[in-house]
């Protein structure tokens, strides 16, 4: 069936069509002159003569970017990625995976991209083997890529360039793959099958038309050999997490679709049913007519399947386009959604059931509006706003065109939060429902500004639509500002104002906070929005974060423009490199060098070897200075059971070198075992194995990060301070960060500000911080501990580690030394004597042993202790330098339950 695209009305001036003309115009005079309608650009028989080459090609390539960009213009391109065609070509959405070198396919109804066919090429850690593979697929109107890949075949074997092919070419670039720019009415893109013995084979060709609402995508296999094969008719599709997929048994279209983000996918093929197996990577299993899953094809015999792949910004879409291409009528009711005093409703759920059984589904855009399909049979209608309330109406198979629904009015929070002076703040805002009302959902986990029931706002600025009822509210930014908790009763059809002030009560002069590890969803193994991500970590005022997504170089720099919350958080660029075994084989990495829109960001790949893949790192850009740390390990099979049979050996040795820090949380373990038990499995206590390698010489410092990889409170509930020249988050070096934590010039924190300082006699020469070496001739040292918390946790006991072991005579508690600790903001300001008999390493733990962080830091971590450990300070006793005692505290661990 051909589609006639509709007749598109633009607002470009008489002078601009005129000259748009002029270019079009003279562009096809050139091609047709020299290239026959329908020419096959690229060689499929290697005996034909090679495509005529001209002079005028980059000449011709300009004018039809000119002209694309002078006037609307109806045709579909085929373009090589590259930086002249990337702008205009590339997609936008949550899961765009092109890069450089990839082939985009465009008309005036969708945007898609086809990976590079070549080996290596990988969407992002978890989507990998994308070569020739689908990546990228939205509609031109409301782009919101969604995809991770859709997979021809499974993508059982590698792919191969075969060609490309225009019918009726109005603009053409051809030869080098990366130059390509193909413009007419038709483009193909051909891709041929590694040969496989005793396999068919395999020839795909991905098209799109003028005004084609769909990608077409055939694969046709043809048996060379001389003995007849059988073909599995599979594909396989990757749309994680916020997709809903249906249907679970056999049927014409299978469909995927995220409500929150806005895209849907469909997927038909011609003359076969589909059967979705439900997975991380669903399968679908194509079955003929006749019930086969498999075909048999008799030497020299072929067979073709042939799909159409539909993107439309909600299910509605898909079925229009998937009823059209079966022949039924195209009937489209244009549904607009008002609230009472005739507001528009945005982001109102429209939901089709026939016979009882959902059908179709929706959201209404910014201006209330959206395009339903009536069924075949009369059916009913439901429209519904969280705040608002619902509606059920009728809907005939011949309801007019245009439907009205009104909804109650709902209520509405407006916010202005500030700072102490009356200024703009970041903030995060939760909404808790009280006397039966149920608290908010706005969206998913993975969503931006507004999540599950919270509201990260960049500047306290904002209005945000509410069920009426009553809540409680909780306004906070971070714990170094004490927290509001305020309560807000919200009207049918009336705004409620929501004002507060965040106070900075804890003082932190000279010193930074920190997260060194998070991730979002380039990193493969969440769907997390990277904005949400910025916003998270900016509403919990960490102040330096370099972007570390897994296996991927990326960053935040472009967030935080388009927030112009540049002077608020320090950034870089950064990695987690990842490879196997888990959890040893996973390193982080900052400041390094991105290369925009290539493979990976130009960063480097994950090897099996632990001690090969840290040194890669550690000298990736010619072996610049950044930071390496090692995340999450398993301290007794790196150090000491490398082949983690529980018999101690030499480990990882070859890894020491390359490290810089290592991540040694949870934080409150340090008081504890040395194996932990979690989840009914015995682990190894991170921390406490920390002070074993202590022990032995290992100078390493420890840090603490909330590896966050979804934005529900994923940021902001794990720490560290650092040492910095400047407390400007505007005016932060990166490289300052790097040298700080390379020191151990560091103190983690669940949230209390730990303020550590040892003194060895008179003046700042004597005075030492964490990370630090200080001489003690005779062992006699005055150290100085300073805890500061927010009004909404408390610090209840100060305990200081010798050499690794709790010291009795050093642990005080608000019980039984009451009279060093107050209830203010300042909980505990002492100076302690210390006698040490030995070389010592010396390091302070605050925790609120009956505290919690409570309800700011959400549901997940609202029972976890306020808790802040400093990084070792370095006596030296005898003036010969400090000499780490050997003490095991233990046995040394091995690899975890051995």
Known sequence: MSY??????????????????????????????????????????????????????????????????????????????????????????????????????????????????????????????????????????????????????AQARDLRFGGISVEAPEVYETGELERVFVRGRRVTLRLVAAPREKEPDAELTYMLEDGQPFVELTTTFTNRGKVPVEVDLVDAIRADRS??????????????????????????????????????????????????????????????????????ANLFDVRRVADRLAGKPDRAVRLTVKDAAGHPIAAADAVLALDGKRTAWGRTDDNGELRVAPGATAGTLTVSAPAHGSKEIPLAADAPESLAVELPEAGAVVARITDEQGGPIPCKVQFVGRDGITSPDFGPDSGEVAVKNLYYSHDGCFRRVLAPGAYDVIVSYGPEYNAVFTKLDVKRGKDATLEAKLVRTVKTDGWISADFHSHSSPSGDNTSSQLGRVLNLLCEQVEFA????????????????????????????????????????HQNAFPLVLRPNTQDGGGPTSDADPEIQIERLALWDGGSDKLVQVNHPDLGWMFRDRNGDGEPDSGFSGMFGHMDVIEVHPLHTILGKPTVTNLGRTQNNTIYNWLQLLNQGRRIPGVSNTDAHYNFHGSGWLRNYLKSPTDDPAAIQTLDVVHAAERGHLVMSTGPFLDVKLRAGEGKATEAIPGDDLAAPGGKATLAVRVQCPNWFDVDRVQVFLNGRPAEALNFTRQSASSRFSDGTVKFDQEIPLIL??????????????????????????ADLPVAVSNPIFVDVDGGGF?????????????AGR
């Open 243 to 312: 997709f809903e997929h249906g249907p679970t048994s056999a049927s014409d279209l299978f469909w995927a679709y995220d409500q929150h983000f806005g895209q849907a996918y469909g997927v038909l093929a011609e003359g076969h049913e589909i059967q979705g197996a439900n997975a991380r990577r669903l399968m679908l299993r194509y079955r003929t007519r006749d019930g086969k899953v498999a075909v048999r094809l008799a030497p020299g015999e072929s067979y073709r399947l042939a799909r159409r792949i539909i993107p439309g």
């Open 546 to 585: 370099p972007c570390t997504e897994h296996n991927r170089l990326s960053t935040y720099d472009p967030h935080l423009k388009r927030l112009g919350a540049e002077r608020r958080m320090g950034t870089c660029v950064g990695i987690e490199l990842t490879g196997s075994p888990l959890p040893l084989n």
């Open 4 to 153: 006639c695209p509709q007749p598109r009305l633009d607002s470009i001036s008489d002078s601009r069509r005129y000259l748009a003309f002029l270019l079009e115009g003279l562009a096809k005079r050139i091609v047709h002159r020299n290239f026959p309608a329908g020419r096959q650009l690229c060689r499929t028989n290697p005996k034909e003569p090679k495509p005529m080459r001209t002079k005028i090609s980059r000449t011709l390539l300009a004018l039809g970017l000119l002209a694309a960009c002078a006037a609307t213009t109806r045709a579909a391109d085929l373009v090589a990625l590259s930086p002249q065609t990337w702008d205009r070509y590339i997609p936008q959405g949550k899961e765009v995976d092109g890069i450089y070198g990839d082939f985009a396919l465009t008309n005036d109804q969708l945007v898609a991209v086809v990976a590079h066919p070549k080996r290596g090429r990988n969407a992002n850690m978890t989507v990998r083997d994308v070569g020739g593979c689908l990546i990228d697929l939205t509609r031109r109107d409301r782009q919101s890529d969604q995809l991770s890949a859709y997979y021809p075949g």
């Open 883 to 895: 000499k780490a005692n050997g003490d095991t505290l233990d046995k040394l661990p091995v690899k």
């Open 837 to 862: 008999e030995k070389d010592t390493h010396v390091i302070v733990v605050a925790i609120g042993e009956q505290s919690k962080l409570g309800p700011v830091m959400g549901s997940e971590h609202a």
